[in-house]
């Protein structure tokens, strides 16, 4: 047995030890924990003190939803670039369903769910992979591209859904936004220079 | 929920990839839940085993997310940035896995699919094309993930070796 055979031993040792998983009596105890939990049937003062809090604070979060200025939506923007490491590392091709292309009619996808027209134009500089399929999104219909040989998520939403996504701080990516009739469109990407975004159009 | 218990074993590997090891029961019963929630989703004749793996890695993001937004919000004065593990993709917990300190900083220096792939061969015992399977990438990739991986964490034993 050579050396690295003598460490991989060891390795695999030390790994089985340390990340043994639960027993499969646990796990069917966490199985049958979520399928049919204990119900407490509180009493009706505790039930309609509850249901008045929620009242409050519905009409508090009502309130402040429509007067206070929206603020930038970081966590969603450390979710996309999440989803964009995911691309880049798993390879573009490899997180569409069906593979490059895929079958994928980009318009047709736009208008069944926002009902609006959105296409790439025909002599685009970017290049339409595919949906991403893969990691949460926050909702938003993600595509991924290729703008010259470049990886680009691009994440479109409704207008009313949009609360100006903020990249976490200590990314180097760049996030570019562009609004398209009803939609928003953002780019993700690796270049501050790219205009993936300049391509669509709305006919 | 049967299907969640004989694939009990793939899940917490994939499980203990994201956070850690201490963190696992949790969170396969809050993806337990999710795919309780979800199950009319599942397409019957697709790969469960995949589909079950899909939903631990979500969960394992959002639940990454959220621990690592925590020290944010207590009253110590801590600078987050200066927190082991607190830029998003720095979640998985080495510090309580009984490991030296040199293979545990090893395992959580690897990316998150390449632990996946690590601890699904090693721990899981799952063969290469069974784990390219679950998490939707090619063999060779996967092969490559457990191949690169071994060296890292061999690398990072040798390095103290010779220190």
Not at chain 1, 60 to 66: E, G, K, M
Not at chain 1, 141 to 163: I, K, S, Y
Not at chain 2, 17 to 35: I, K, S, T
Request: hydrophobic content about 45%; glycine content about 8%.
């Amino acid at each position: 047995m050579n050396q690295d055979d003598e460490l991989d031993s060891r390795l695999d040792e030390q790994l089985r030890a340390a990340f043994a998983p639960p027993p499969r009596e646990r796990i069917r105890e966490i199985a049958a924990s979520v399928v049919s939990p204990v119900v407490v049937r509180p009493s009706w003062p505790v039930w309609l003190l509850a249901t008045a809090a929620l009242c409050m604070l519905t009409w508090v979060f009502a309130r402040s939803a429509d007067h206070a200025p929206r603020a930038g939506d970081a966590p969603l923007g450390s979710m996309w670039v999440a989803a964009y490491e995911d691309a880049v590392e798993r390879g573009l091709a490899n997180c569409c369903p069906g593979g490059c292309g895929g079958g994928f009619d980009f318009a047709q996808a736009c208008r069944q769910r926002f009902e609006a027209r959105l296409e790439i134009a025909a002599d685009a500089a970017v290049e339409l992979v595919g949906a991403y399929e893969g990691l949460p999104t926050g909702g938003c219909m993600t595509l991924l591209a290729a703008a010259d040989g470049e990886p680009v998520c691009v994440f479109v939403l409704p207008r009313a859904e949009d609360r100006r996504v903020e990249l976490p701080a200590d990314k180097s990516l760049h996030l570019s936004r562009r609004e398209l009739g009803d939609l928003i469109l953002y780019a993700l990407s690796g270049s501050p220079g790219q205009n993936a975004l300049g391509s669509f159009i709305a006919p | 929920m049967g299907a969640f218990e004989s694939h009990g074993r793939a899940l917490s590997a994939i499980a203990a990839a994201w956070v850690g090891r201490v963190d696992v029961p949790d969170l396969l019963q809050e993806a337990a839940r999710v795919a309780w929630q979800r199950r009319s989703q599942f397409v019957a004749g697709s790969d469960l085993r995949a589909w079950l793996a899909q939903i631990i890695r979500h969960v394992g993001v959002n639940w990454r997310r959220r621990k690592c937004m925590l020290p944010l919000l207590t009253t110590d004065l801590v600078d987050h940035r200066d927190l082991p593990g607190a830029a998003f993709d720095r979640g998985f917990d080495a510090e309580h896995l009984g490991l030296p300190d040199e293979l545990a900083r090893g395992l959580a220096g690897l990316s998150d699919v390449a632990r996946e792939c690590l601890l699904l061969h090693v721990v899981a015992g799952y063969t290469v094309s069974e784990i390219s399977g679950m998490l939707g990438i090619p063999d060779n990739t996967a092969q490559s993930h457990v191949r690169r991986a071994r060296e890292a964490l061999r690398a990072s034993l040798t390095a103290v070796h010779h220190d």
